[in-house]
């Protein structure tokens, strides 16, 4: 039988060999349904010689090229454009104003992704944005055509660069999986060289090729996906930083009362003793105190026998946009609590302040209702693979009246359905904070992908105590998640039709529970630094022991800063079961305009849609690191996990043969049992999550949560071998194309593009046009300084 190891050990045998193959996958190859064949160039060390595999079996050699499909991005994949026309028109030009330059904050801090994604992300950009400033696609087209390349092999080009762009990097931003260009190296090579481009600068664009081509294509073992140490490639620690490197970092900056979000690590060797630079994002490069600062964090500070040095400066031209750009949205705010929460960013940017941005964020959630929502900074730590370090993303959105008023409902009831979750009231929050809960069209979304939902500040001491924000992205969500019928994998045919007609409602309630109810709730035990506890010692007992509460959250220790690791995922998985739990209320469902049978038809597809979800997640599971590359989707496999164990015929999962012949699987969920087996089931396990989340309990909640990720091909269910059956049907994610805004005399103009490669390649050519040549300048100096720490 085979196996995905058998699999990787062949690749690592095979792997050094120099060979001219491979296959151009479109989508019905992503589904297994088709394969064709691809030359990589010589230089490629990591291409796999399958003509010299030729002593293995058909079904072997179709898995080999299925597997390997993961690292393409098919030709007709979905890229949709999203619609905030009418958002827009209707803001006032003051708003306008304040929405444009927010925007443009926005989007030059995003290009700090590409930074901490890989060591090639920031060359290949300029390589594509060089390219195309000068010959739009369809003029290159005919370049390409001259030039030796199919129109196939052209649009897996185009496809390659648009995901390039919007996923900030060549890795993708939802599993973390490394993705290359689907045509021939000397193909794509001989296109370069035939630009306009490369006409005119030649000795520039060959130097960019040579600094970025070879890992554009390698797929070596560790460069396959995104990871710490051997596991994969990171950006934010140098290449020579391990796990037990990053809890020692960890250690020190809560000895200094530092936060890791805006920070990387890098390692090096000084006389035989090791030494650590830990490097702050600021615009401001002086390592002293400076105008508006006390006192410095930054300098020289021995700990546990190890050199750390705090330096200020990471992105230093980046972070002088995002600044320029806040100060000029600060004359168009529309109160005083944006124009101080805009200072604060600009004085956490400047100087690297995380402080500030709390401070700013603070400010945030006092502006209640905005007409122009935004937010902006190292926010979320799902890529970090020690999970402390902020991804930089920053969004710009229009209030979309209608379905917030659904979301304001929701929020009045939170009082009456927190009490409904399954922890005692000592585990909940002394005072449930109101938050803002708005529904959002998206004019901006900078960074490596974008949600349907956010639940921000993710700063444990202003949400346990000072309160927080929740937004929807609404057009996000009419775009993403529109399903055809003959590309609904894993269901019954019975179920496919109400799968449809009800998926999108189904998602607005869990999406609506998850961020404000999910999120929002449960109480962190803390000690601060004066010993002063947030509960009472002698009267909170653990209801999983019995016993009173015995471990707890000291002084700076954090939620991520704790878990570590875990704590995206553990923190989704526990959001996922709070909306589970909570959408079996009708007042709930009726806040959402469902009743009756309609109510129950939203409960069961959302369920369903859980347990689909929770197969799907294989996807994102590396069988080789035994290691998963998305917090969401673990935490999906968890819950799926959950339910099957809850056994009494809730869940089925089986594996069967489809109808072309090759592997599938079979979902199916008894609805009658829902309001039963299942609330059971996610009530016992909520509550041990949110327990451990509670009281610190990193050694339990690590075992409970490690238990249930564990992908193995033992037990009731073989979900190694089922991982390859989702492969084979998997459809790959949609890409968005946005929207730019430009000032024309004393207003400001909505530019759309058309929903395509080219569209949304148009969009970021035009998007950083007024001073392209010194941008790319100085994403090249930023990727040239530290290109050493990762050979």
């Known amino acids: 039988m ?172 939802f599993g973390d999986t490394k993705f290359i260009p689907n045509l021939p190296k000397d193909k794509l090579k001989a296109l370069v060289w035939a630009s306009q481009a490369f006409q005119e600068q030649p000795a520039e664009m060959e130097a960019l090729w040579d600094s970025c081509s070879c890992l554009l294509y390698s797929l070596e073992n560790r460069q396959k996906q995104l990871g710490l140490g051997d596991k994969g490639i990171t950006t934010y620690f140098s290449g020579n930083c391990c796990l037990e490197d990053a809890e020692l970092a960890q250690k020190f900056l809560d000895s200094k009362k530092l936060s890791a979000y805006n920070t990387r690590l890098f390692k090096k060797e000084d006389g035989g003793k090791t030494c650590y630079e830990v490097r702050l994002a600021s615009a401001v490069q002086k390592d002293c105190a400076v105008d508006g600062e006390c006192e410095s964090c930054c300098g020289s500070f021995s700990f546990e026998d190890k050199e750390f040095t705090v330096k200020r400066g990471d992105y230093s031209p980046i972070m002088e946009k995002v600044c320029y750009y806040l100060e000029k949205a600060q004359t168009y705010a529309a109160n005083e609590n944006q124009r101080k929460m805009l200072e604060e960013y600009t004085r956490s940017f400047t100087l690297g302040s995380i402080e500030a941005h709390k401070e700013g964020s603070r400010y945030w959630i006092k502006d209640k209702g905005p007409i122009v929502e935004s937010y902006i900074g190292f926010i979320e730590s799902y890529r970090d693979p020690f999970g402390s370090r902020g991804e930089f993303e920053g969004f710009v959105a229009v209030v979309n009246k209608a379905m917030s008023e659904r979301f304001a409902k929701l929020v009045s009831s939170a009082e009456v359905l927190l009490p409904e979750l399954p922890w005692p009231q000592e585990f909940e929050k002394d005072t449930f904070l109101k938050p803002d809960f708005t529904s959002l069209d998206v004019l901006t979304f900078a960074g490596s992908g974008i949600p349907a939902g956010i639940n921000i500040p993710n700063y444990d001491d202003i949400r346990q105590t000072e309160g927080f924000k929740n937004v929807s992205l609404g057009n996000v969500l009419a775009v993403a998640y529109a399903t055809q019928k003959e590309k609904l994998t894993f269901l019954e045919e019975g179920d496919k039709d109400l799968f449809i007609k009800w998926k999108g ?287």
């Open 505 to 791: 409602p189904s998602f607005e309630v869990q999406v609506g529970l998850h961020e404000l109810l999910g999120h929002g709730s449960g109480k962190l035990f803390v000690q601060d630094d004066k010993g002063k506890f947030n509960f009472d010692q002698s009267k909170v007992i653990n209801p999983e022991t019995g016993e009173p509460v015995s471990s707890w959250y000291r002084g700076s220790e954090t939620w991520d800063s704790k878990f570590s690791t875990i704590a995206s995922s553990y923190e989704e998985c526990r959001a996922e079961c709070v909306g589970l739990y909570l959408c079996l209320n009708k007042q709930v469902l009726s806040i959402f305009g469902h009743e009756g049978q309609d109510a129950d038809d939203v409960v069961y597809i959302n369920w369903l849609s859980m347990v689909r979800a929770g197969l799907l997640g294989l996807e994102f599971y590396t069988p080789d690191s035994k290691s998963w590359r998305q917090a969401h989707m673990q935490a999906r496999f968890v819950i799926l996990r959950v339910l099957l164990e809850a056994g009494e015929g809730l869940v089925g999962l089986e594996e069967v043969t489809g109808e072309d012949g090759k592997p599938d699987a079979r979902i199916t969920l008894d609805r009658s049992k829902i309001p039963t087996v299942g609330k059971n089931a996610i009530h016992r396990f909520l509550c041990k999550l949110q327990v451990f989340k509670s009281t610190a309990d990193v050694e339990g909640g690590r075992a409970v949560y490690d238990n249930y990720s564990t992908v193995s091909d033992t037990g009731a269910h073989n979900f190694l071998r089922l991982r390859e059956t989702v492969l084979l049907r998997k459809e790959a994610r949609k890409m968005f194309v946005q929207a730019n805004t430009r000032i024309s005399g004393d207003s400001v103009e909505l530019v759309e593009y058309e929903g395509s490669a080219a569209g949304l390649i148009r969009s970021f050519t035009e998007r950083f046009q007024d001073d392209a040549e010194q941008l790319e300048s100085s994403l090249l100096e930023l990727s040239k300084q530290d290109a050493p720490c990762w050979c």
């Open 2 to 173: 085979y196996q995905g190891r058998t699999m990787f050990k062949i690749f690592r045998a095979c792997k050094m060999r120099p060979t001219r193959m491979g296959f151009e996958p479109t989508r019905a190859e992503h589904n297994g349904l088709a394969v064709h064949r691809l030359n990589h160039s010589a230089t490629s060390s990591c291409a796999l010689p399958l003509r010299r595999l030729c002593t293995l079996s058909p079904v072997l050699t179709f898995r080999l090229k299925m597997v390997d499909s993961q690292y393409y991005l098919p030709n007709d994949i979905g890229i949709s454009a999203l619609d905030c026309s009418e958002a827009f028109r209707l803001l006032s030009p003051q708003e306008k104003m304040y929405a444009h330059y927010l925007s443009r904050a926005s989007w030059y801090g995003g290009l700090a992704v590409l930074l901490q994604t890989s060591p090639e992300s920031a060359n290949i950009f300029v390589l594509l944005q060089r390219i195309f400033r000068k010959q739009t696609p369809a003029q290159l087209e005919q370049v390409a055509t001259a030039a030796g390349l199919s129109s196939e092999e052209y649009q897996a080009f185009l496809v390659y660069a648009a995901g390039l762009y919007a996923n900030m990097g060549n890795y993708k931003s």
